[in-house]
């Protein structure tokens, strides 16, 4: 039943995507200066319908309809209710339904909040996501049906992988998602733009908010994934470099330079082919981001199962869109001499906007490498963190100073910051960071570095915000986004330098000493829970120095359905540090592998991330006070 | 003209990209260790147990038949199937490459002294990284492969006799 509704919808959205495209082009055709008033009630139903059907797949989930393929194998009845929900998108088809919804949804916003624009660009914005929207619905429809049935009714379902029940995964796909599939609006609208060479200023104004919005739901959806993988993967950290969180971070970077570079559009009209470039690219390394990931070929977490229809599907969607958008930039393309003076504000945004894609760069050939190399030599290598570190970090260092320095230039005038000023940030910081050093202990040359610039990028940032206060000017967004940057940067040093990692063997009983620490293995028991059993380890650490006496409790858990075993690792988070213990059987032995590990500053670095996308929420509230 | 070449540049770029992407949506990238049946091993690097030697593919292709064996001393299935891997050993056609996991060097060494050495070669693979390469996933686990490295069968598990029949006579053809 509920998957004959859905099959319906899907394909009444199909339809009303056709209309809205030929109603487009008709209206293109007439002289009115507005939009007709029948495709705007088209686009609500469209949008109502896709909502409903998302509704219809989240209803089978919760009253576990098995009859439902994609129902039968992500869920159980015995599932918690919470988890029935989130498994709606725990899954690949399910998933690139919610890529639909954010699509639709994004166009009919965009009609309506965008009034002020000229007519002929919104249109042309509107049959360019439709294009998308229809290209992804014959996808879902044809090729990763989430409402297929199955005949006859199976009884109970497989299970939703275990490691995928996790609060911060049941709402990472949302926030992700927001994040790069709105950015398939301001690729319609640049693509728009170059049709109807509405450009410049108005352009930028258009799609600034759509920009803003997309960028601080990414940075909250990468969040959400690195502290999912933190305490659900054991894997012990915040960043791994790991490819499926890279193709995470690429469209990241073509959206920060992309906010950056359009605040130079709007106030001086400059670098509008350069804005649209990065429009075109943020999308397009969001779906290549989808196709790397979804396709199987790099293996990861994501890897739902291994179906090459459907990578050939988004690859051949993905050049589609590549060579469409290529082709019609080359063809409307002109050279613009741009009178940059070495000290103004353009200048320094545009140094942010090198810097960005010389990261993206970075980080794509590290991704993407592996595969050529397999492709063409048939050798398997893994890059990994040393290669990010090594190119990353000395530029992370001049990156600080720049930003530090940027904001306070002025626009046009070629005139500098109070050089007498930066001197002294630049003194208290190397005080900060010898103090640093002076009270716990000494790290490397490049780590030096790293805390002096983050301190210098954060006192600077604080003597903006101490002005800001005196003189009530609104541009409070933007220093508290680039001071948390600051705080994040220095976090991440300081918690890479204090780091304390232990791996060794203990039986039940033993008593393992390591520096100022000592932890025992106090009891071992098997427990069970309401959908999986779990040998559940007792483990007291003790600081002869400091007075500490805390117990862990790692856990193995052994889960029925799907029958999988995954290492809980057990996390005692604090303000200052987090330690965190994975225990894991060595098979036919009585010695329990454990990884333990004191890591200082975890909880500030999820904070400094939060304030990060706060400041884009922030500015994003501050024009829409502005515009209304 | 200039620009041209950029432009045409930027495009062999892109197709360079996604040609690549095709090719390798092909291949198959998930170790599925049944899948590697009647694949050649292409990167065979072991660290000699007590030499200061690497083994590799070219060595084991001069046997006709070689059963590398996976095991450890403290894994109990491995003595079970020790006595099995002791009359392999008196096979002609048949060598037997010992790969040490995860092990410490002297209870490796006591093992074997109290059970028998059963190797022909032995080989140590102290972080357990090699034997990744050969897509185990525990202890003991073996591969049969034949003169040209391509792997004939693969044995999760202690060998059993039923294996042991099996290997008896792929050998003896």
Redesign the interface.
Known sequence: MLSNIGNTLLFLNILLGIFIIYFSFKNLQNKKISISKNIYHICLFQSTFIIICFLTLVAAFIISDFSIITVYQNSHSLKPFFYKISGTWGNHEGSLLLWVIILTIFSFLFLLYNKSHSRNYRIYSLIIQNTLILGFLFFLLFNSNPFSAISPTPKEGLGLNPILQDPALAIHPPLLYIGFVGSSIYFSAAIASLLTNYSGRLFAHSIKNWVLISWSFQTLGILAGSIWAYYELGWGGFWFWDPVENASLLPWFAMTALLHSLIVLEKRNFLYFWVIILCLLTFILSVTGT?LVR?????SVH?FA?D?SR??YI?VF??LM??GS?LLF?NKFKNSNYNLNSNSKETFILINNWFMIFYLITVLLGT?YP??T???T?HKVSVGPPFYNTVIIPIVILFLFFMSVGPQTQWIKNKFYNLNLLFKILIASIFINFSIIYLFKSYSLISNFIIISAVFLIIASLIDLYKLFKIQKMDSSRVISHLSFGFLILFIGLNYNFSLEKDFNLKLGERKKFDNYSLEFKDLRLEDFKNYKAVIGEFKINNSQRNLNQSLYPEIRIYENPSTITYEASIRSGLLKDYYITMSN????D?YNIKFQKKPFMMWIWISVIFISLGGFLRLFQNAKKDY | MQKKIIKLFILLLIVFVIGVFFISLNKHSIYDTRSLIGQKITDIRLDHFSKNKTITGEDLSKNNFTLINFWASWCKPCRDEHSILLKLNREKNLKLLGVNVKDKKNNALKFLNDLGNPYDELARDELGKHSVNFGIYGVPESILINKDLIIIKKFIGPISKNDYEYIKNTVRK
């Open positions: 196709f396709s199987g070929i790099l293996n890897t291994n090459p990578g050939l690859l993905l050049s590549i060579f290529v080359f993407v595969i050529f397999e492709v063409l048939d060595i098979d036919r032995s010695y």
